[in-house]
């Protein structure tokens, strides 16, 4: 991550590294503003290739959230969601012009109420394998209530674990977000990383909020990039999987749903050529 950073130097003249509010951020590059938010235990080195190309054109906000990779936990009397995206706000409002959000798995859902929240501040949302309801895309018949207790058990699991059985779990469960080998180390490493507690109670949130309806009130452009290939072992289809997708954003006033070829849950690193392509084609 270090070599990219210097690389950035060279190419692009700056960078700046900063704390604001448990939020860590790195900037690189110049031009109109970029967010780019990372996904569930997740550091925003996620990126690094991404913004690689996108600082050639664009001031790119690379942030790591409390918590997560090796950014310290904060405190979160009103709740994992509520707390981030009160600081993403702040975060945006210093910004003083408008920006484009790009935000994968978890940063895609805060994105999307983010750009409920800030409608005059944002100028177009990409959203990288996210659904407005999480559980509805594997249960749909699943509402806030009813999936109270599987989260619980969920977030008991998270928390209960020990070191060796959580790491152990990891790199079981890893390789179906990502089938680029030498990157998934890397996926392993942060989640083992972020604090438990934080990754267990933002697990917990994201299972029993449903934010379909709110769509509504979105009117911000939206693009959705999602992936289907690694649930085709189990029957999923591109089409079942986008339809699934058309069905949690169809209350979106401006969205465009594209899917990746051959990516799991981490596109960027799967498809980056097709990501960058579907990407760039939106932002100009």
Not at 78 to 93: C, N, R, S, V
Not at 191 to 196: A, G, P, V
Not at 248 to 275: G, K, S
């Amino acid at each position: 991550m270090k070599k990219l950073f210097l690389l950035y130097l060279l190419i692009f003249g700056s960078l700046t590294t900063g704390q604001s509010q448990g939020l860590q951020s790195q900037i690189v590059g110049k031009g109109p503003k970029l967010i780019l938010i990372p996904g569930l235990a997740s550091s925003g080195a996620v990126w690094d290739e991404t913004v690689a190309e996108l600082a050639k054109s664009y001031e790119c906000h690379i942030l790591t959230l409390p918590g997560f990779g090796t950014n310290p936990a904060i405190e979160m009397p009103e709740g994992f969601l509520h707390t981030m995206e009160e600081l993403l706000l702040d975060y945006i409002l210093e910004q003083k012009e408008k920006v484009t959000l790009i935000g994968h798995s978890l940063g895609g859902f805060l994105s999307l109420r983010l750009s409920r929240s800030l409608p005059d501040h944002i100028r177009q949302t990409i959203i990288v394998d996210s659904f407005p309801f999480y559980s509805a895309a594997f249960n749909p018949a699943a509402t806030e209530e009813n999936m109270v207790d599987m989260a619980s058990q969920m977030k008991q699991l998270i928390l209960s674990q020990s070191q060796e059985q959580y790491l152990a779990q990891q790199k079981t469960t890893m390789p179906m977000m990502t089938i680029n080998e030498q990157k998934l180390p890397l996926a392993v490493e942060w989640s083992i990383q972020s604090d438990r507690n934080t990754t267990a109670e933002a697990f917990y949130e994201l299972m029993t909020t449903d934010f379909r309806d709110e769509l509504a009130e979105v009117k911000t452009p939206i693009l959705v990039l999602g992936a289907w290939a690694s649930g085709k072992n189990y029957g999923l289809t591109e089409e079942s999987v986008k339809k699934t997708f058309g069905d949690q954003y169809r209350l979106a006033e401006n969205v465009q749903i594209e899917m990746a070829p051959t990516a799991h849950h981490f596109i960027m690193w799967d498809n980056p050529e097709w990501f960058m392509e579907k990407i760039t084609a939106f932002l100009q």
